[in-house]
T-cell receptor, first 114, second 114 residues
Framework: SQTIHQWPATLVQPVGSPLSLECTVE??????LYWYRQAAGRGLQLLFY??????ISSEVPQNLSASRPQDRQFILSSKKLLLSDSGFYLC?????????????FGPGTRLTVL | AQSVTQLGSHVSVSEGALVLLRCNYS??????LFWYVQYPNQGLQLLLK??????LVKGINGFEAEFKKSETSFHLTKPSAHMSDAAEYFC????????????FGKGTRLHILP
């Protein structure tokens, strides 16, 4: 089975500072990878997804970016954080075939921008 | 395009009472359907999924859901609520013809009254 690691677990950053959140996956190869954000009371918002190394699709235009430097590593970044970037960030993974698109989630990173 | 509607952002039930969380979906192709649960400050965990075959699907923690194609519904039920069921529940739909994203509903927060 898949295991998804995210770090850090919590992060407090000032407005205008950079951001790097990391997600790594164990127990599978060539997964699809996803970044979601949950703002308070607003459900899940898909930010980025990736079907392979270096392949990133952006769902929402914003000051965030994503990269996939290795098959099982997915990074969420920002050059300058905004207050509105606060939220709970979740990384998810699927097997690309035969999995019915079932997603496995990491434990999340709580980001507070002050 | 696919979509999911969860009726009621908050649902309260008494301990021991029936839990019913409603989900309706829209899909132009046969869907895969999922229910996920999220406890505070944690990632999402799969409760159950419908892929093909039997329309009544049983999941973990005593939950079950029934796929009703004619009603485009996939409601989640549990005969007797327990305090530990207090959490947020997400319904989701996926396209059976693509190895791709899944679309989440906005979530329903379940409150259990003593």
């Amino acid at each position: 089975s898949q295991t998804i690691h995210q770090w850090p677990a919590t992060l407090v950053q000032p407005v205008g500072s950079p951001l790097s959140l990391e997600c790594t996956v164990e127990g599978t190869s060539n997964p699809n990878l996803y970044w979601y954000r949950q703002a308070a009371g607003r459900g899940l918002q898909l930010l980025f997804y990736s079907v392979g190394i270096g392949q990133i699709s952006s769902e929402v235009p914003q000051n965030l970016s994503a990269s996939r430097p290795q098959d099982r590593q997915f990074i969420l970044s920002s050059k300058k954080l905004l207050l509105s970037d606060s939220g709970f960030y979740l990384c998810a993974s699927t097997f690309p075939r035969g999995s019915y698109n079932e997603q496995f989630f990491g434990p999340g990173t709580r980001l507070t921008v002050l | 395009a696919q979509s999911v509607t969860q009726l009621g952002s908050h649902v309260s039930v008494s301990e021991g009472a029936l839990v019913l969380l409603r989900c309706n979906y829209s899909s132009s192709v046969p869907p895969y359907l999922f229910w996920y649960v999220q406890y505070p400050n944690q990632g999402l965990q799969l409760l159950l999924k419908y892929t093909t075959g039997a329309t009544l699907v049983k999941g973990i923690n005593g939950f079950e859901a029934e796929f009703k194609k004619s009603e485009t519904s996939f409601h989640l039920t549990k005969p007797s609520a327990h305090m530990s069921d207090a959490a947020e529940y997400f319904c989701a739909v996926s396209d059976t013809t693509r190895d791709d994203k899944i679309i989440f509903g906005k979530g329903t927060r379940l409150h259990i009254l003593p």
